[in-house]
């Protein structure tokens, strides 16, 4: 076949500021997601998400992940995970009590809502809860102990909360920040997900973590270090983390309405597993249509475990993986705020990864957080409506389809991916990383044309009725030929062009791909 001279794009344009981003992901990626927990097998009387609702989620493809909390505060990233950096208690003391004085008054979730619907974002995940424990929507569960931080050594170490301690945004300023959000969601047609943490650092009751910064021998005189607590050391202290676990799951499922996914985070320790069973069995009852990651319930179904998608952080799949997955990516060095504007990837960046995780398989959300005002980095506006003009323009390549069964690019220009429409009447052809010297000449070796079939580009149109103006091509020996316009360049928005192919079946060239490899 012929080879094509269209060049791959360089998606990691911003080297230093990916190489930052790189140090921050690898430390977390470490942290949380490389430890790997034996679970029970799974329950023959559970049921993965429905098939309807699978196919629905695999329907939206781009999304925003927003991690918000009190973290924000201070503007102390990644996230909570600070306070595992050795803090001092008095440090730790200070950190859990900014909520006092927190008042995100600058937070508009209809004005977060019309940013998603212009950026082409079709759903998203909130924080309810990070590690740091602080609930960001209207909970009911109230926390019985708390730790006492004002002596080092922790003497007593746990003592009994305030009455009617929730620890949430409600509680601290009045506003419950998921309902707001997904009240506007609902009303603006964006998809709701949410995300939860199963530890918790604020509650002693759930010391049974092994990332906890005051379950490690900060506490001698109570059985504070995970490996001594158990249901049978502290019987009243492990039902109220059972119970608070389990009842917080069960609101963040039901209090606002079906969402599209539950995307749980962290492990707790094998001692917790039947207890987990038993909550994940109950939020199957009453979400089978929620899909749920696989973190701390024994990975997804691919691996034996009850969650039905993962999530590749911090990493782009270099070939299509089994089951349902999505890349979340941090959109700088954080999921949360950060202010530093040189940390920031640019829109380019996002859509070209963006095409090729949809052409595997997958979806992509993008990660940012507000600030302690509820206001994104105008950088990550900027990213995020940069994707949104591609978008309107390709969208109809993106969302909805599915990958071809054998070639997610192309061997002869390798900077192209397939995509098909659900019905396989049509192929997707996005070329990636087109420039004024690319060749106007584009060789397809993975698809196969009809003869007279039609061939359009997604935005080059009749100035005057706003008709799809048809593309040349030909078939040479194995290989498509598209004639790309002359003026394509101008008229379209960048990185990447969409060629519509209607009636164009797919052309197993893994021959070719083995022979290049």
Known sequence: STQSTWGLPDPQANSKMISQISFASCVLVVL?????????????????????????????????????????????????????????????????????????????????????????????????????????????????DCWDLTSDPMVPGIVPCPDNHTFSSVQAFGRDIVGELVGAAHAGGIKVGLYFSHIDWYDPNMRIDDWNPLGTQRCPH??????????????????????????????????????????????????????MVDTIMLARQIAPNTLIRGRGIGGDREDGGYGDYNTPEEEFPDSPIPGNWQVIFHGSSYMSYDPNPDNYVNGSFIIWHLVDIVAKGGLMQIGYGPDRNGKFHPKAVEALEEVGFWLHTNGQAIYNTRSLQHSWNDTASPSVRYTRSKDNSTIYAIALGFSDTTPLLLPLACVQLPPKASVFLLGYEDAHTREPIPVDWEAQKDTVMIHVPKDAAEMLPGPGFAFVLNGATERDCSHARSRRA
């Not at 973290?71 to 102390?76: K, R, S």
């Not at 039902?239 to 985070?265: F, M, N, P």
């Open 222 to 275: 109570q059985p504070c270090d995970p490996a001594n607590y158990n249901s049978s050391s502290d019987a009243t202290s492990w039902k109220r983390l059972v119970y608070r676990h389990r009842a917080q799951i069960v609101e963040v499922l039901t209090k606002y309405g079906e969402i599209c996914e539950l995307s749980l985070d962290m492990e707790f320790q094998s001692k917790f597993d039947a207890d």
């Open 32 to 144: 949380c997601c490389s430890a790997v927990f034996a679970f029970p097998p799974v329950n023959p009387d559970y049921q993965w998400a429905r098939s309807e609702a699978v196919e629905a989620w695999h329907d939206m493809k781009f999304g925003l992940r927003i991690h918000w909390g009190m973290y924000a505060i201070d503007g102390l990233g990644p996230e909570s995970w600070p306070l595992t950096q050795n803090r001092s208690l008095s440090w730790m003391n200070d950190y859990w009590n900014q909520y006092h004085s927190w008042n995100p008054n600058s937070y508009d979730p209809a004005e977060w809502i019309a940013l998603m619907r212009s950026s082409g974002v079709r759903f998203f995940d909130f924080t309810t809860k990070h590690h740091e424990g602080f609930s960001m929507y209207d909970t009911n569960t109230v926390l019985h």
